[in-house]
């Protein structure tokens, strides 16, 4: 059974870099069927995408957050990562991590059980 | 705002059937074959419904169906049940650069 787990701190100051990690089991991350992504939901409100990272190391990423997300992929841990530079009190959220089917995208059929990041000075 | 519009409340009564639409544009839902739909419960992670308009993962039940017409895809749900209450989201692929975009929800209430 695939399992993804998001860790990270979990109160960012204004203007830092928020930076979380996706730490995958039972499952490869280096397997080339997935792409492995990023989601997020604002308190009270709906998901928003910020992007994913396939096992290669390209990338995709939500273009109103494009300037600020970084996610990077370390296959000898089974992990991967986001960044996301200069945070405002309007990136605080539960950031989920999710796979996807290559084939089938967009269908996040495994996901991580969230980890709320607040900003806050 | 979203890119896919939802209304914001559905309600049913137990063993009724209930349908949330999902509209977008000739970008995302009316071109592409790719819509999926999640369930969220509160305090949990989504959970995959429907994938690929109409498509149900192994272990979902078959009250639940997807559908799609020009640019607005459907969710419908049969022999609504109580645990059926919870948040529906729509999402689609919306091409090379924007990829992917979500539906703002749907709050469904089982009376």
């Known amino acids: 059974q695939v399992q993804l787990q998001e860790s990270g701190p979990g109160l960012v100051k204004p203007s830092e870099t928020l930076s979380l990690t996706c730490t995958v089991s039972?499952?490869?991350?280096?397997?080339?069927?997935?792409?492995w992504s990023w989601i997020r939901q604002p308190p009270g409100k709906g998901l928003e995408w910020i992007g994913y990272?396939?096992?290669?190391?390209?990338?995709n990423y939500n273009p109103s957050l494009k300037s600020r997300v970084t996610i990077s992929v370390d296959t000898s841990k089974n992990q991967f990562s986001l960044k996301l530079s200069s945070v405002t009190a309007a990136d605080t959220a539960v950031y989920y991590c999710?796979?996807?089917?290559?084939?089938?995208?967009?269908?996040?059929?495994?996901w991580g059980q969230g980890t709320l990041v607040t900003v806050s000075s | 705002q979203s890119a896919l519009t939802q209304p914001a409340s559905v309600s049913g009564s137990p063993g009724q059937s209930i349908t949330i639409s999902c509209t977008g544009t000739?970008?995302?839902?009316?071109?592409?074959?790719?819509v999926s739909w999640y369930q969220q419960h509160p305090g949990k992670a989504p959970k995959l419904m429907i994938y690929?308009?109409?498509k149900r993962p192994s272990g979902v039940s078959n009250r639940f169906s997807g559908s799609k017409s020009g640019n607005t895809a459907s969710l419908t749900i049969s022999g609504l049940q109580a645990e059926d209450e919870a948040d529906y989201y729509c999402?689609?692929?919306?091409?090379?650069?924007?990829?992917?975009?979500f539906g703002g929800g749907t709050k469904l209430t089982v009376l």
């Open positions: 999710a796979r996807d089917p290559l084939e089938d995208q967009p269908a996040f059929d495994y």
């Open positions: 039972g499952g490869s991350v280096s397997s080339g069927s997935y792409y």
């Open positions: 990272i396939y096992y290669s190391g390209s990338t």
């Open positions: 000739s970008s995302d839902v009316g071109n592409y074959n790719l």
């Open positions: 690929e308009v109409s």
């Open positions: 999402c689609s692929y919306a091409g090379s650069s924007t990829v992917v975009v």
